[in-house]
């Protein structure tokens, strides 16, 4: 009788430390979704101010943005009108929880060649999360300090994780020289998983130089 | 286990539930605000580039 009731402590112990780890556990969801949110939002704050105060300054443009530093506007109005994100310098994971990374090396807004962007999916304010509903002639745009540059959308793809040819300047021939200025978008796929790549490619289509 | 968290706890069944209360508080504060971002680096289902 003695040892069965220290069985069914022992049993009941068991149970409660199960419960409470699925509790944490979907705590923990709750947090990768929701809690680095924050994290995004206070940073995008004082990225978006920093372009607002260099806004018109073609001068800040020369040279190279430093990693970290915000290096233009983005809006895709498909996605809201309310759609805006300061994109990082950078791709490095310090960069990406701040907002949409630049690769750096990649092209500027603007200029020939492939400008690169890749942004979270499902974490940290999640900017990336609705690429997949851009069709065909969406415009994406991109607001830098000198000039806004309206790309539009001209196909999608889902490539592996390791298929680094998207990243030239002709996304996905990297013998071949441009002529044309491009615009990335790179997220996970599918969604909650990082077994693929989901890419958004556009074209310049219009530049609208910000007047001095 | 809780049962035995229940028991230790002082006073009578209001106070005890308030001190209970504050002690999920406390594990939930520890784990949002301490444990998890240091956890989160290492859970990828969400890496958004690409590298050989």
Same mark, same amino acid.
């Given at each position: $009788?003695?040892?069965?009731?220290?069985?069914?402590?022992?049993?009941?112990?068991?149970?409660?430390?199960?419960?409470?780890?699925?509790?944490?556990? $979907?705590?923990?969801?709750?947090?990768?979704?929701w809690g680095t949110s924050a994290?995004?939002?206070?940073?995008?704050?004082?990225?978006?101010?920093?372009?607002? #105060? #260099?806004? %018109?300054?073609?001068?800040?443009?020369?040279?190279?943005?430093?990693?970290?530093?915000?290096?233009?506007?983005?809006?895709?109005?498909?996605?809201?009108?309310?759609?805006?994100?300061?994109? &990082?310098?950078? &791709?490095?994971?310090?960069?990406?929880?701040?907002?949409? %990374?630049?690769?750096? %090396? @990649?092209?500027?807004? %603007?200029?020939?060649?492939?400008?690169?962007? @890749?942004?979270?999916?499902?974490t940290y304010a999640a900017p990336f999360n609705?690429?997949?509903?851009?069709?065909?002639?969406?415009?994406?745009?991109?607001?830098?300090?000198?000039?806004?540059?309206?790309?539009?959308?001209? @196909?999608?793809?889902?490539?592996?994780?390791? #298929?680094?040819?998207?990243?030239?300047?002709?996304?996905?021939?990297?013998?071949?020289?441009?002529?044309?200025? $491009?615009?990335?978008?790179?997220?996970?796929?599918?969604?909650?998983?990082?077994?693929?790549?989901?890419?958004?490619?556009?074209?310049?289509?219009?530049? #609208?130089?910000?007047?001095? | 286990?809780?049962?035995?968290?229940?028991?230790?706890?002082?006073?009578?069944?209001?106070?005890?539930?308030?001190?209970?209360?504050?002690?999920?508080?406390?594990?939930?504060?520890?784990?949002?605000?301490?444990?998890?971002?240091?956890?989160?680096?290492?859970?990828?289902?969400?890496?958004?580039?690409?590298?050989?």
């Amino acid at each position: $009788m003695h040892n069965l009731s220290r069985v069914r402590a022992l049993l009941r112990t068991c149970g409660e430390l199960s419960i409470t780890a699925g509790l944490v556990m $979907m705590f923990f969801c709750a947090y990768l979704l929701w809690g680095t949110s924050a994290y995004t939002q206070r940073q995008q704050q004082l990225l978006q101010r920093q372009l607002a #105060e #260099e806004q %018109g300054d073609a001068t800040a443009h020369l040279g190279r943005i430093r990693l970290g530093n915000a290096l233009a506007l983005l809006r895709i109005p498909r996605l809201g009108d309310d759609y805006k994100y300061a994109v &990082v310098e950078g &791709v490095d994971a310090e960069h990406l929880k701040k907002g949409p %990374g630049h690769y750096p %090396g @990649s092209a500027l807004p %603007g200029k020939i060649g492939n400008l690169v962007l @890749s942004g979270h999916r499902t974490t940290y304010a999640a900017p990336f999360n609705r690429i997949d509903e851009l069709r065909r002639g969406d415009e994406i745009i991109v607001d830098a300090r000198e000039a806004r540059y309206t790309y539009r959308v001209i @196909s999608q793809d889902v490539v592996e994780p390791d #298929e680094v040819d998207i990243l030239a300047p002709v996304p996905g021939k990297p013998d071949i020289t441009p002529i044309r200025a $491009m615009i990335t978008l790179l997220t996970c796929h599918p969604e909650y998983s990082a077994a693929q790549r989901l890419i958004v490619y556009g074209v310049l289509k219009s530049t #609208e130089q910000r007047k001095a | 286990m809780y049962g035995w968290i229940w028991r230790h706890l002082p006073g009578g069944p209001p106070t005890r539930l308030l001190a209970a209360l504050v002690l999920v508080a406390v594990a939930g504060a520890v784990l949002w605000y301490v444990v998890f971002p240091l956890l989160e680096p290492a859970v990828t289902l969400d890496e958004v580039t690409v590298r050989k």
